[in-house]
């Protein structure tokens, strides 16, 4: 019986809950914890930032979030308007940091996915910018996995 739940744990361990992120001509692949709320396009604040990649600042549940656009900090041209454009809320995972979230504008809503390691194939992909780590196939869907620390580092230098 415990061999059973052995088994059933290393199973549980080795399964990541993703989310596939549409983007203007690519799609991310982030872990689902990454991602603390998808949200509906909305009204930016101003902020002033620099850099043509931070939007503006949401104001995300009384708390003012930094929104950047993920193609123009990649090197990659904007994406037109979109009515279906979203943002995603993303945990900052730099421990103690003063921007405890970020937001990126996505294109869509993103798809949840449960995966295995195994279902992630390494690929080679043509313009694959500085933010995008590795490129990746799953289930017929080739997707980038974003360099978030490097992202995270953008936003806190910038604002």
């Given at each position: 019986?415990?061999?059973?739940?052995?088994?059933?744990?290393?199973?549980?361990?080795?399964?990541?809950?993703?989310?596939?992120?549409?983007?203007?001509?690519?799609?991310?692949?982030?872990?689902?914890?990454?991602?603390?709320?998808?949200?509906?396009?909305?009204?930016?604040?101003?902020?002033?930032?620099?850099?043509?990649?931070?939007?503006g600042r949401l104001d995300w549940?009384?708390?003012?979030?930094?929104?950047?656009?993920?193609?123009?900090?990649?090197?990659?041209?904007?994406?037109?308007?979109?009515?279906?454009?979203?943002?995603?809320?993303?945990?900052?995972?730099?421990?103690?940091?003063?921007?405890?979230?970020?937001?990126?504008?996505v294109q869509g809503i993103p798809?949840?996915?449960?995966?295995?390691?195994?279902?992630?194939?390494?690929?080679?992909?043509?313009?694959?910018?500085?933010?995008?780590?590795?490129?990746?196939?799953?289930?017929?869907?080739?997707?980038?996995?974003?360099?978030?620390?490097?992202?995270?580092?953008?936003?806190?230098?910038?604002?």
């Open positions: 019986m415990s061999e059973v739940s052995v088994t059933t744990q290393e199973e549980k361990t080795s399964e990541l809950d993703c989310l596939l992120v549409p983007l203007k001509d690519r799609n991310l692949i982030m872990p689902n914890v990454t991602v603390a709320e998808v949200i509906p396009f909305s009204h930016l604040l101003t902020t002033n930032a620099s850099t043509e990649w931070v939007l549940r009384g708390t003012l979030v930094p929104a950047i656009c993920y193609e123009i900090l990649n090197g990659q041209p904007s994406p037109a308007p979109n009515p279906d454009a979203r943002f995603i809320i993303v945990n900052n995972g730099s421990q103690g940091s003063p921007i405890p979230f970020y937001a990126i504008l798809r949840l996915m449960h995966l295995q390691e195994t279902d992630l194939q390494q690929v080679d992909a043509m313009g694959m910018g500085p933010l995008d780590k590795v490129a990746v196939n799953m289930e017929g869907v080739t997707a980038m996995i974003p360099d978030l620390e490097t992202i995270e580092c953008h936003v806190q230098v910038t604002l």
